[in-house]
């Protein structure tokens, strides 16, 4: 079993910028991947960044070039810093974890750019 607790969402103006974080607990040695999605009103959750165990990443072209994905495999906690924010970046960002047989969400945590 593995838990995640996510911190760090909120109103920002469009151009900041905020850092999600995503701290596991349980079985974390047993995580592969670890991401962010996100889901804004009216619209399908999407992925906005991954990064395996072994570091390779993988982003959403809607964010290459703004958003760093980060991880710390012994703490098992993976943070996502967003740069030059837009307001099509709002949505509701949920953190993910991966192990064989389960993918584990955390409760969600609100990111709204808006002037």
């Known amino acids: 079993q593995v838990q995640l607790v996510e911190s760090g969402g909120g109103l920002v103006q469009p151009g900041g910028s905020l850092r999600l974080s995503c701290a596991a607990s349980g079985s974390i040695f047993s995580i592969g991947a670890m991401g962010w999605y996100r889901q804004a009103p009216g619209k399908k959750r999407e992925l906005v960044a991954e990064?395996?165990?072994?570091?390779?990443?993988h982003s959403a072209d809607s964010v290459k070039g703004r958003f760093t994905i980060s991880r710390d495999n012994a703490e098992g906690t993976v943070s996502l810093q967003m740069n030059s924010l837009k307001p099509e970046d709002t949505a509701v960002y949920y953190c993910?974890?991966?192990?064989?047989?389960?993918?584990?969400w955390g409760q969600g945590t609100q990111v709204t750019v808006s002037s």
């Open positions: 993910n974890a991966a192990t064989p047989g389960r993918i584990y």
């Open positions: 990064i395996f165990s072994g570091g390779t990443i």
